[in-house]
């Protein structure tokens, strides 16, 4: 089992910047994409960036030159820095990872989320 802890989020000001983490744990064999993902009031949820295992990296086009991702191997951590942040970047911020866990019946794929951390930009 696989468990993802975020932290980061808060309430700022319009420009401001906040910066997310989110730690895996677990019998974790390898990590493979990682990525953030946001939801706001009423609306589905939506990617903001994603990183591979190799630090490629896609964006939304409604953040890009503002966000940032990247990630830590050795702490199973991935970040996502955002700064200018405008009203509506609000919403709860979700990191997803996918990867292979080591079970006693052998490796296995997971896709795991973490719970959310919720991001408020104000005018």
């Known amino acids: 089992q696989v468990q993802l802890v975020e932290s980061g989020g808060g309430l700022v000001q319009a420009g401001a910047s906040l910066r997310l983490s989110c730690a895996a744990s677990g019998s974790i064999f390898r990590i493979g994409d990682m990525g953030w993902y946001r939801q706001a009031p009423g609306k589905q949820r939506e990617l903001v960036a994603r990183?591979?295992?190799?630090?490629?990296?896609n964006y939304a086009d409604s953040v890009k030159g503002r966000f940032a991702i990247s990630r830590d191997n050795a702490k199973n951590t991935v970040y996502l820095q955002m700064n200018s942040l405008k009203p509506e970047d609000t919403g709860l911020y979700y990191c997803?990872?996918?990867?292979?866990?080591?079970?006693?019946?052998?490796?296995?794929?997971?896709?795991?989320w973490g719970q959310g951390t919720l991001a408020t930009v104000s005018s």
């Open positions: 990183i591979t295992s190799d630090g490629r990296t």
């Open positions: 997803n990872i996918e990867g292979l866990i080591l079970r006693s019946e052998g490796l296995k794929t997971f896709d795991a």
